[in-house]
């Protein structure tokens, strides 16, 4: 067995495994989260709810659309009401996240003759939420400033903003646009998370492989059997 290629083959596919089940986690958390604050206001509907948990997911949103995405129960909420609903979701997945253990294990074993344990450290979420970066809709009064300072038009009514941990709010769009060249706040040069996540991801701590033959071990057993005849 090539002990190299079993390794990397291992610690690729934990990885994967890893990310896809902390992914669908974090949808189902902003689901949970999202469900409970509207059914205390009953304010609009499950399919609303999945829009919304998806879009703090994945972070799409059309700019030119927004608006047409929702559903009337959603679109006639005011600015107000809408940033309530995203800010009281993502504070509550910040603080949700913080709590994650950081050190997660996972045992392997390959043809019952290797078994190989893997111990990484998790600082995704420790950055998330030390640097929470907030998605949500501008009503006028909630943020320092009227205006985007990337493309210097004034924010629209509902219109998505993406706020970063110094408290600068940007379209989301623009900042994207922004980030493909710099990590920091175009503003303030605070630095932001989007460079965080880089090397936040999955830092692995050590391996401890305990190597034994079966077929040793049966050996061994069989001779002790028959010694004892
Ligand atoms: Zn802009
Ligand atoms: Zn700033």
Same mark, same amino acid.
């Given at each position: 067995?090539?002990?190299?290629?079993?390794?990397?083959?291992?610690?690729?596919?934990?990885?994967?495994?890893?990310? +896809?089940? %902390?992914?669908?986690?974090?949808? $189902?958390?902003?689901?949970?989260?999202?469900?409970?604050?509207?059914?205390?206001?009953?304010?609009?509907?499950?399919?609303?709810? %999945?829009?919304? $948990?998806?879009?703090?997911?994945?972070?799409?949103?059309?700019?030119? *659309?927004?608006?047409?995405?929702?559903?009337?129960?959603?679109?006639?909420?005011?600015?107000?009401?809408?940033?309530?609903?995203?800010? %009281?979701?993502?504070?509550?997945?910040?603080?949700?996240?913080?709590?994650?253990?950081?050190?997660?294990?996972? #045992?392997?074993? +390959?043809?019952? *003759?290797?078994?190989?344990?893997?111990?990484?450290?998790?600082?995704?979420?420790?950055?998330?939420?030390?640097?929470?970066?907030?998605?949500?809709?501008?009503?006028?009064?909630?943020?320092?400033?009227?205006?985007?300072?990337? =493309?210097? %038009?004034?924010?629209?009514?509902?219109?998505?903003? =993406?706020?970063?941990?110094?408290?600068?709010?940007?379209?989301?769009?623009?900042?994207?646009?922004?980030?493909?060249? #710099?990590?920091? =706040?175009?503003?303030?040069? #605070?630095?932001?998370?989007?460079? +965080?996540?880089?090397?936040?991801?999955?830092?692995?701590?050590?391996?401890?492989?305990?190597?034994?033959?079966? *077929?040793?071990?049966?050996?061994?057993?069989?001779?002790? =059997?028959?010694?004892?005849?």
């Amino acid at each position: 067995m090539d002990f190299a290629v079993f390794f990397d083959q291992m610690v690729s596919e934990y990885v994967t495994g890893f990310t +896809q089940t %902390e992914e669908a986690m974090n949808r $189902a958390t902003y689901d949970v989260i999202l469900k409970d604050i509207i059914s205390q206001k009953s304010l609009i509907t499950p399919a609303d709810i %999945e829009k919304i $948990a998806a879009h703090l997911f994945t972070g799409v949103v059309s700019t030119a *659309n927004e608006e047409a995405v929702w559903s009337g129960d959603f679109r006639r909420l005011s600015g107000d009401q809408q940033y309530d609903i995203y800010k %009281e979701a993502q504070d509550k997945f910040f603080e949700n996240v913080s709590k994650k253990p950081k050190l997660k294990t996972a #045992q392997f074993n +390959q043809n019952n *003759n290797l078994y190989l344990f893997l111990y990484h450290r998790d600082s995704y979420y420790e950055t998330v939420a030390a640097y929470r970066t907030y998605k949500l809709p501008y009503s006028s009064g909630k943020f320092l400033h009227s205006e985007c300072m990337i =493309c210097l %038009e004034d924010f629209k009514e509902k219109s998505f903003l =993406c706020q970063l941990k110094c408290k600068h709010a940007f379209h989301t769009a623009c900042l994207a646009l922004c980030f493909k060249d #710099q990590v920091a =706040c175009p503003i303030c040069r #605070q630095v932001s998370i989007f460079n +965080q996540y880089f090397y936040g991801t999955l830092v692995i701590l050590f391996i401890i492989c305990s190597v034994f033959s079966i *077929n040793a071990l049966k050996i061994i057993i069989r001779n002790l =059997c028959c010694s004892s005849f």
